[in-house]
């Protein structure tokens, strides 16, 4: 089970998320910690173990070019992962993902990391452009989610 300090927490007066019937259903997930209420940047916001896995390089003209949307994405579906979990279930239960960029030329990077959150049989997907996102510029991507959890392993 999740820290309950993990999970996605809303940044206004929303549910992070709620159970209808066998279905989970979450807000939109950005890479902002709520608890220290800064936004995720590059590789320096995220865990070392993350920051490996991600594959950075150490070089500062590649580093500053992929790491803020490595991060991010690596941040908004670790989140995910937690608050699945907080709901009882896990990443497989995750039927539907909606993405939504502020820059398509993003969705390689975010791919290359939703890959090692979705290791078998990935959820069905949707990927929009939006103009802008809340509360700033430097949110890259929301990315919103649907499980399915039969209700016996729900925590709610």
């Not at 998320?17 to 709520?34: H, K």
């Not at 398509?104 to 791919?111: I, N, Q, R, V, W």
């Not at 049989?121 to 991507?141: F, G, H, K, N, R």
Request: charged content about 25%; overall charge negative.
């Amino acid at each position: 089970m999740s820290d309950p300090d993990d999970i996605a927490r809303p940044l206004a007066r929303y549910s992070a998320w709620r159970r209808a019937g066998d279905f989970v259903f979450l807000s939109g997930v950005i890479a902002v910690d709520p608890v220290r209420a800064t936004i995720v940047r590059g590789y320096a916001d995220i865990p070392p173990e993350a920051r490996r896995l991600l594959g950075e390089t150490g070089e500062f003209s590649t580093d500053i070019r992929e790491g803020p949307i490595l991060a991010q994405s690596w941040y908004v579906l670790d989140r995910i992962r937690a608050t699945v979990e907080a709901a009882g279930g896990r990443m497989s239960d995750v039927i539907k993902l909606v993405q939504y960029f502020r820059n398509l030329d993003h969705f390689p990077h975010y791919s290359r990391v939703r890959k090692h959150f979705f290791p078998g049989e990935p959820p069905c997907s949707t990927v929009v452009q939006v103009s802008a996102m809340l509360p700033s510029d430097d949110i890259l991507i929301e990315v919103e989610a649907t499980a399915h959890l039969p209700h016996d392993r729900g925590a709610h």
